[in-house]
């Protein structure tokens, strides 16, 4: 062959290119083996034993498929809660679904093909992970705590957007299906059709504003009780781990709650079905609108046309009328506001502070005493009053509260001095002929005197007002101004 070359012909066809690092990262069965053996101490055929037990008799149903789904070399049996305890039973597939025969089953497998006593080692560290997941998921209450916190659910809820609104069905259906998992109430109502009635999009959205869900955080708890040294820490514990559990609870409440306005906001039947309804309100509005618009100009024409044939009858009088009659009213009512919230005040006042007594007879007295001075006092001798009671003591309260019934009943009796004289002086000039007070002018300056009692305010001029007013002689002013 004449292409080839002597060994002392070299020929240079090309120079070498600068060399390229390359960083490589150490994988596969041989790597878990060697780290295997380096960790628990062991050589590599009982490593290679221990592989051998893991993938013997591997070709069967699915459940035996599933049998290398957790890598034995990266469990602890101290750190069980950060486990998936169905992937280590080989029920990834069925998860919450698994019924508890199917449990037992895939245990009593996993148990057969782990057990300490078929592998050459004296590590029983996937044996004893295998245990701790069959007694999570055979006890229902256990099982149902980690069903709370399955780590493959999707905690994520669609966000409202452009494409949740054009897609809605699809982005909104598959996740109301995860959730529904969490109801106590089945079936649960499915997201529906476009073409669904109101009534159904009502009773959907109804039954998951009212979610009744069975979700717990009870797998979550980061106290311990049974670590608890004594009653009082194993209390504190409980108050630590239910306050989670709460704070949890409300955060998942949210959650869902989320969910549901959100969807709400997107779902497009919900939008045609407002708009519909608000056309139907707004021509009903307008159709109101329209009648009562009517029915106004045909009230403001008749009201026009009888006021300006009653117009020129009362003008002047009604006018003049209206304005005394306005400025009276307002004055009265002022008045009786004014006196009537003093009243209140002192009133809730006594009744706060136990009317300033300390036992219940002094109490009914005292209550008789604060009625009595709402009726008697004037609005001026209210509020100085109330204003003495603000601050007062028990026994400061009573003390003024006595000074004023005192008070009341010395003006009662000058009062009433007051109008033996005037009798008096009646009754002699009756004698005398001289200003004589009729035998109807003295039943008006009687009936007068009790219509006013003693305390109101300008008792004797009002009294001498209504005398004046009712009297049929015109010298009666004469008589009531003396």
Known sequence: HTWLLKMSDTVVLDRLSAPVWY???????????????????????????IHQGTTDDSSGSDEEEESDEVNPLLLDPTQWKDQDHYAILGLSKQRYRASPKEIRKAYQQKALQHHPDKQNNEEDTLFKCIQIAYEILSNPKRKRAFDSVDPTFNDSIPKISVHSQENFYETYGSVFEENARWSNIQPVPSLGQPEDSIEHIEEFYNFWYNFNSWREFSYLDEENTEKAENRDERRWMDKQNKAARLKRKKEETMRIRTLVDNAYSCDPRVKKFKEKEKEEKESLRKAKEESLRQENRRK?????????????????????????????KQEREASKRAIKRERKQLRSLCKEKNYFSSNDELKLKRMQEVERLCEVLSIESLQGLNQELFSASLEEGGIVIDREITIIIKK???????????????????????????????????????LFPAGTVKRWEIIARYVNDHSPHEGS??????
């Open 477 to 482: 002013k004469e008589k009531t101004s003396d």
């Open 300 to 328: 403001e024409e008749e009201r026009k046309k009888r006021e300006e044939e009653e117009r020129k009858l009362r003008e002047k009088k009604e006018e003049e009328e209206r304005r005394l009659v306005a400025q009276q």
């Open 23 to 49: 960083k490589f990262e150490p994988v596969g069965y041989r790597f878990q083996k060697h780290v295997y053996s380096m960790v628990h101490g062991v050589t590599s055929l009982d490593c290679h034993v």
């Open 412 to 450: 009662d009796e000058e009062e009433e001095k007051k109008m033996q004289q005037a009798r008096s002086k009646a009754s002699s000039m009756n004698k005398r002929g001289e200003g004589d007070w009729s035998q109807e002018e003295t039943k008006l300056l009687i009936k007068a005197v009790n």
